[in-house]
């Protein structure tokens, strides 16, 4: 009887300590939710990393959520997470952006970067300060760096002025995709290249190491952040409101980017005129 | 036991302290030496750091990745502080990165790295990096280290000192006390040794000597220490030693040195001496030694060859004592006198002498003897008068000489030139006051003359004057012999004289006086006249003749008085006087102030007779007969001697000496 007694006192002590188990892995799963911050490869990882590490922790603080930074592998890799919704905040160039929409649909905007005090952005075309090259004429017969085929101001825009101007790969003497602005105007200013495109914020941090402009890109709106579409509206608001919420000229904008003065609201017709230009290189949308 | 000295701590403590100093000088340069590796290692490092940075530049490059390799090289040289400036420099002189740090340091070194890829070069880097960390760091670490072992050694030092102190150093003060103990007592037992002894080890280097040896050798031991034995002894003697001092060591045991050899020692002044020499061998903790004691038995050696040469020199006395008994001619005992001299051993002579006597004519040598000569010398000094030559030189002086060949008193015109050197022995033969001879011995060159074989020879010459006065004397006796017989006979036939001429004298007065009366009867002219004439002046012949016979046989005593011998003179001239002033002859006496003198009055007149009457038949055509008188010594006696000279037939003189002595002598 008191073995009895004491076996079903013991069976009863094993199902509170499960059941009570049970509800606090079950509380700790809503309140704890893990989110992923996206960050496509436009600069090395590790720096990457670096850069967005202040937001993120930031993000985390604000939301209550245990935030992830993570680098894509490639910008492909990039636009097919975000489009498929597999991470939960996305950092995207314009034409990434662009890219994205035209593929998989629009996406939740939550802020876009005000640098400078312009949320707008622009390349240039680059050749060394020694070169002959003055217009973009010129470029016949030259090589030619690209940063990535997924970036806006180091390939897509660039592309699309030298077709403008009839400058075609086969008139080239040669082109090569570097994956990086700084590629970019370090293999110009190392005299691998004749030419290349970047972006004005990279031409500027190297343009006293011997690089000239030879043209401008019109004017795109800046990078973006996007948020999953599945997730809960509210979730999108609280991301966006705390983006929007950070202090201007924040050590976390400075972080991503020297000189971010802010987050900024942003909505899709902001680039359209990107969308515009792409249009005109169908391939690079359909890639 | 050997070369304890005082036991000194400050040695001990200098030799301490320098192998400690020695010990820290060691580690510290292990120290320094080791923080030169770690520089090379850290200079190596750079290098290879710079070409692992040149690795992954050169794969950055090559897929263009440009970005990475700034960032890759800006970041590194940024973490790394020791880099000054780190360089990326494109071909085209683009620096792709530029980092320098501003340093004052001067402790910096520059690495340089191309980085190519098939012949095409990608970039060019150059490192300088600053060592001066490093360096501050090892000097930290090298202070707490010096520092440290300073002090390590120092613990050590002191521990080690008063363990070895304790443990070695006080017994080992204890056991070098007993050993100046013992070596004070050796030293003077060794001081005290009356011979020279001298301490030598297995290679024959003198070891130690004691203050006879300085004495005997006339080295400073300061001098001799270190050195080899065989400086000890004469040249021809050192290389056999050496080879005996092997020997020895092979099977050490007390002996005496060379045995049946004759030893000798050499001292600093080149002199040799004879020498009694012991060896010992003696084991000491230094290791195996010899003690030599050595003896100088000069002295010894000089006494036994004085005996020996006494010996020889008796053995010829009495071989020429022997020689001068036999009965045997003068000039054989001579030469056997003479082989005697040569066959003593101990005189170094060349088998070659001669002996020289004086005979009939004085101051003349003649040589009587001789061996060994060669003929030259046996003919060109057969006779050698006195004064001349050695010999003669040694018989008027009638001292031994010793000459050389070689000297000036040596008359070589007789000697040849294949004669060796030699030295010449002349010894006079004296009796009393006579040079009798002279012994002449050829000596060997280089022998030195000596007191006691100049006594020996002068024995020699004694002896041998003995037996040539004995014989002399002998030879005398034999004559006065036959002149005393000859005497006896002449007496005899005196007195048969005497009375034959007694017998004959009668019936020749009587014939005597018949002849003259007759002759009176007998007319003039006529042959019997002349026949007694003849008869008459033969009778008074024979009448002289008989007085002279009977007055010359006839034996008178001796009637001696002190007579004036200018008196004597006179009487005797007398007589004469007519005749000699018939002859014209003139008498120049010289006899004033003559002494009285004990003479028989009688017989000197008689002589004095017959020499004037001698005189006068000398001088028949006149002449000057002068008589004087002097003084004359002979044999130390004291004599008158009366002179006699005329200018007759020959100019001859006639002497008379008469003598102040008993006795009267005539002397003619």
Known sequence: MRLFMSKSFFVSCLAILITTFAFMHGHSA?????????????LPASELLTRFAP?????????????????SKNYEEHIEKVGKNMVDIAYLGPASYVKLVSKYGTKPILARLEVKGSPFFKGVIITSKSSKILSLDDLKGKSFAFGDPHSTMSYLVPLYMLHEKGVTYESLERHEFLNSHKNVVLGVLMGDFDAGAVKEEVYYQYRERGLRDVAWTPEVS????????TLPQESIEALRKALLGIQRKDVILSSIKQDVTAMVPARDEDYDNLRSILLTLPQQLER | MINTGTFKYSRVILVFVTVLLVFLIIVISAIFSQHKEMMEEIRHDAQRELELIGSFTQGALLRQDYASVETFLTQWAHDHKEILSLKAVAPNGFELVNVTRDSLSEATFNLHQKVSYEGRELIDLEMTKDMSPVQEGMVKLSVPLVLGSILLVVIIGAVLWFAMKKLALVP??????????????????????????????????????????????????????????????PERFRERHKKFTEQFSESPKSRPMGHNLELFGLTKDGREFPADISLSP??????????????????????EEKIRRSFHFQAAISSILNISLEPVQLEIQLQRILDAILA?????????????????????????????LPDSIKSGCSTVPFKECLCGEAASEGKVLFAECTDRRHKTEVHTSQEKPHSHYCVPIISGDKTLGVINLVVKEGHK?????????????????VTIEHNRSDLERQKLQEQLSQVDKMSALGRLTANVAHEIRNPLTLIGG?????????????????????????????????????TYSRETPVHRERHNIKDVVEESLKPFKDKFEKKSIVIASELNGTPEVMMDRDQVREVFNNILSNALDSMADGGMLTISCAPELIKSRKYMAVHFRDTGEGSLKIISKLFLSPSIQRRS
């Open chain 1, 30 to 42: 809503h309140a704890g939710q893990k989110m992923t911050l996206q960050i496509h490869p436009y």
């Open chain 1, 55 to 71: 937001l993120t922790r930031y993000l985390s603080r604000i939301t209550g959520t245990e935030i992830t930074c993570n680098i």
């Open chain 2, 282 to 303: 003696v084991e000491t903790e230094e290791g195996s030694f010899i003690l030599s004691a050595v003896r100088d038995i000069s002295e010894r050696k000089n006494a």
């Open chain 1, 222 to 229: 800046e990078h973006l952040f996007v948020a999953r579409s």
């Open chain 2, 344 to 372: 003593i051993p101990s005189l170094s002579l060349e088998s070659m002498g001669c002996i020289y006597l004086v005979e009939e004519i004085p101051d003349l040598l003649v040589m009587k003897a001789n061996r060994g």
């Open chain 2, 172 to 233: 080992m003060e204890k056991e070098l006390a007993l050993r100046e103990q013992a070596e004070k007592k050796f030293r003077i037992l060794l001081e005290s040794a009356p011979d020279s002894l001298v301490l030598v080890n297995k290679d024959g280097t003198i070891y130690m000597v004691n203050g006879q040896t300085e004495v005997l050798f006339g080295y400073r031991r300061e001098e001799l220490e270190g050195q080899e034995v065989q400086l000890l002894m």
């Open chain 2, 449 to 465: 003359k000596s007191e006691d074989e100049e006594n020996l020879l002068k024995s020699i010459a004694n002896t041998l004057a």
């Open chain 2, 514 to 550: 018949f002849a003259r009366k007759l002759n009176k009867d007998i007319a003039e002219g006529t042959k019997d006249k002349e026949f007694a004439t003849i008869i008459i002046d033969e009778v008074s012949r024979l009448e002289k003749i008989l007085t002279n016979v009977l």
